[in-house]
């Protein structure tokens, strides 16, 4: 039988995250065993640390229950003497890919009120499983380094720091935690459907019979390509200040060429991913091999046409033997 996560135990996860933001946590409730395991234990660790805590629930809209759920988890805030705040989304026409969508106006969501109300941090109850699931995705989709590092415990949205201290821990210690102290929770029909990719990966790894053995191994190889990631990194910064300057507007970057086309090539297609992202705004950066056929064809040569990707324009100045970089809108 799975043991409860102690106060204790807690308590040394948030520690392994390193140097702490302030004093003022959100954390991310939607209901579920997940998210409410990690409220009971924030709340608890807050409380023994004189932190601020408040909770953070998204109704998207998208299922008739979701305000009553909302207010259920409401109420149990109210019985821990946490400050609960429900935000709301308005689901777009657009019906494609709405899982995603979803997924980053709930984030914004947050974000916003993060921001607004002085709040320095979230927490989200990612976990051991969502570990292996993301891996396994994000290899379904022909991901780079950067996908298959899978997520960061510890990374920043806008001025937001997420914190994610349950990713070495799993789902059935969890559930253990919510039964030690007879809590409830809810469980989201759809997370059983599946025609979502995430489920049927989900439900992959439950029909081996292995399923913790083998979140264990995604875990680490995922750790191993952090690791890879990060010494790459510190190369990118160099590689950064070698060719990028600010542009001649606000939000602009200018490429100088000659320099960005000798950098190695794992050097240079990074300066261009994080090139994009940090004009674009975007959460994440474009997609690997949208990436890649875009730095192949600058590497060919000077390029005679602008380009778009990520939500930028790439616009080729031959005076200036560089490309200027700048938002779509």
């Known amino acids: 039988m799975p043991n409860a996560i102690s106060a204790a135990e807690f308590s040394g996860l948030m520690q392994g995250l390193g140097p702490l933001p302030g004093s003022h946590f959100a954390v991310a409730v939607s209901g579920g065993a997940d998210s409410t395991a990690l409220l009971l234990l924030a709340a608890g660790w807050a409380k023994a640390h004189g932190h601020t805590l408040a909770a953070l629930t998204v109704d998207h809209g998208l299922r008739a229950e979701a305000a009553a759920e909302a207010r259920q988890v409401a109420s149990w805030c109210e019985k821990l003497s946490i400050p609960h705040q429900t935000l709301t989304w308005q689901p777009p026409t657009r019906t494609t890919a709405l899982q995603e969508q979803a997924r980053l106006a709930r984030y914004g969501l947050m974000k916003d009120w993060c921001k607004k109300h002085g709040f320095t941090a979230l927490l989200t109850a990612h976990h051991l499983g969502d570990?292996?699931?993301?891996?396994?995705?994000?290899?379904?989709?022909?991901?780079?380094?950067?996908?298959?590092?899978?997520?960061?415990?510890?990374?920043?949205?806008?001025?937001?720091?997420?914190?994610?201290?349950?990713?070495?821990?799993?789902?059935?210690?969890?559930?253990?935690?919510?039964?030690?102290?007879?809590?409830?929770?809810?469980?989201?029909?759809?997370?059983?459907?599946?025609?979502?990719?995430?489920?049927?990966?989900?439900?992959?790894?439950?029909?081996?019979?292995?399923?913790?053995?083998?979140?264990?191994?995604?875990?680490?190889?995922?750790?191993?390509?952090?690791?890879?990631?990060?010494?790459?990194?510190?190369?990118?910064?160099?590689?950064?200040?070698?060719?990028v300057t600010a542009g001649a507007y606000p939000g602009t970057l200018m490429l100088d060429y000659a320099t960005f086309a000798k950098l190695q090539p794992g050097y240079g297609l990074r300066v261009l991913a994080e090139a994009l992202k940090d004009v674009g705004g975007a959460a994440y950066k474009a997609r690997t091999h949208k990436l890649e056929r875009l730095y192949s064809e600058l590497r060919q040569g000077f390029p005679s046409t602008r380009r778009t990707l990520g939500g930028c324009i790439l616009e080729p100045k031959k005076r200036h033997k560089a490309i200027f970089i700048y938002p779509e809108n």
């Open 131 to 243: 570990q292996a699931e993301t891996l396994f995705f994000r290899l379904a989709r022909g991901s780079g380094l950067d996908g298959l590092a899978g997520i960061h415990p510890v990374s920043e949205l806008s001025g937001i720091t997420l914190l994610r201290p349950l990713l070495c821990v799993p789902k059935t210690r969890l559930i253990a935690t919510l039964k030690a102290a007879a809590q409830e929770w809810l469980e989201d029909p759809s997370n059983q459907k599946p025609h979502y990719t995430r489920n049927r990966i989900r439900h992959m790894l439950a029909a081996t019979g292995q399923q913790e053995a083998l979140e264990q191994r995604a875990f680490v190889v995922s750790q191993k390509l952090l690791a890879f990631r990060e010494a790459l990194e510190r190369g990118q910064e160099e590689s950064i200040q070698s060719c």
